[in-house]
């Protein structure tokens, strides 16, 4: 689904991602671990040129997405993604915050948007609070509405970008809820996460980063139980 | 009782207490010969002069300001080289006036390039505008460069494009974090509208100045001036915090 090639991105002097290839198949949920600078954040952002990379070349379902001709906002349109700091637009309510892009693109009418915007608040539990702000919201709730705008454009793909590092504990479980069973029900997911109990339990295979590297990977319940190199068993022993 | 009256009184009397000496100033200064109709009339062409001069701004600022972000945020290996040049004019520009002082300006506009034209006052809301379009892009720039980068992200990341995202999600939060420095902005080009007085524009300085040459005393016309400026600007103000309280509520509802 997604073809990494020799990937490689700076900012200034210095290098965050060195020469990265990497595939990831439909249907896989791949978790990103590694250290803070470690570049995972950076390679995720990538993915969907939030970050445009200094080399290398990203395949999305067949098309060149690095190309300078690729119109990305299509591309994007397939890819969902959910920040560590939710980026729900304040000044919306709740049902305009999921509807607008799905609307925008004109992949939906606005009375399809908000059929779909009601069915997906109901699966996570947050019917009654279509017609809030933001503001008015927990994290944790935030942090699942998020993920809803995201699932409105139907994606191909969800990208996480540390969804639950900025939210209170209690909250945490909330959210990974929703990430599980969105799993289960078969999505292509790529997680940059410190929620080593979600990698082992979710991920289809994990990635442990390093100084812009991919140092290891493994089918999860190996990768725990028996990590190869020595600065993946550092790491694992300072997080678990 | 009548003014007028009341100065003959005064103006008979051989020698005038401190307030009848006052008064007699005053009433040379603001009833004689109707003189505060001419106050009036330059008070209007402030507000005219600020209204042009506002609506130009604006506009200029705006375009400015959408020329220099729309610029900054393009994507590395995908720059356009039109907008680098329209870029270059438009940093020139902002450069060169807020660089000068306004009176330089407004005396090489109405002595240099409209050297010729009688329509001074016409010439004076021009150069305000100039100016003002200069610090409003300033303001609008830094408005739009200060909203988190997320919310950008967040609307690109959901397949809108650029236009979109600045419409829907930047510029209507922007627009609420630069209304205070806009109104700033606004009230100093109100008051800047006296500058105008020095190539000949017909506001309230140029009025006043002219009933201290026919009086030669120049306390009154100066402090009324300054009460007429004091009024517009608290108008103003009030109209503006009215303006903001309204937003905000959006924000805690």
Redesign the interface.
Known sequence: MIDVKHLSKSFGKNLVLDDISEHINPGEKVVIIGPSGSGKSTFLRCL???E?PTAGTITFDGTEITD?KCDI?????????V?Q?F??????TIRRNIT??PV??KLMSPAEADAEAEKLLERVGLMDKID??P??LSGGQKQRI?IV??LA?KPKLMLFDEPTSALDPEMVGEVLDVMKELAHEGMTMVVVTHEMGFAREVGSRVLFMDGGHILEQNEPHEFFAHPKEQRTIDFLSKVL | MDPTALYESFKALEDPGFWQEAYMKFYNAWFYEDRWVTYFQGLLTTVEVTVIALILGVILGVVVATIRTAHDQQRLGRRNPVLGVVNLFCKIYVTVIRGTPMMVQLMIMGFVIFKSSRNFTMVGALSLGINSGAYVAEIIRGGLMSLDPGQSEAGRSLGLGYLDTMRFIVIPQAFKAILPSLGNEFITLLKDTSLISVIAGKEIVYFAKSIVTKTYEAMYPYVITAIMYLILVLIFSWLQGKLERRLRQSDRR
Request: proline share 6%; aromatic share 8%.
């Open positions: 969907n040129l939030l445009t300078p906002d299509k591309i994007r349109q397939q890819m969902g993604m920040f700091h980026n729900l637009f304040p000044n919306m607008l892009a925008r693109t809030a702000y503001a008015q998020a705008r995201a454009m």
